[in-house]
Every structure is written in C-alpha cells, then in structure tokens.
C-alpha cells in the first residue's frame, strides 16, 4: 500500500540504524569499507534491495 502526498506516492517499508555501543567512530574511519561489504553481502544473501545509504562517523543508516 503506497502513501501519497499532493504530488508523490512512497512505500516506506523499513529504515534500519545500526549504532555501535557508545557511538564509537571508529566505524567511519577505520570500519567502513569493510562494513559496507558485510552489509551489501547479506543484503544480497537475503534477497534485499538497499534503496539508500548513509554512514555517519557514528551510526548507518540504511
């Protein structure tokens, strides 16, 4: 089922965070590219479409 607005239509299924226990940055800075392809690893494992992500130096949106 699609939400719509005057002019745009969305379907908004999940919006995942993943935050590190005490927001380390280590995840930006040292972490990411390792973390990007875990993730994009079980995306694909899982049948999942990642539509847009982000990574914070403390957190990762998805």
Known sequence: MANSLARTKWVCK???VFTPKCRRKIIYYELRADIQ???KDLCKWK???IIEGH???D???L
């Open 14 to 16: 999940y919006h995942i």
């Open 37 to 39: 392809k875990i993730i």
């Open 47 to 49: 049948g999942v479409k």
């Open 55 to 57: 990574m914070m130096p």
């Open 59 to 61: 957190h990762i949106h």
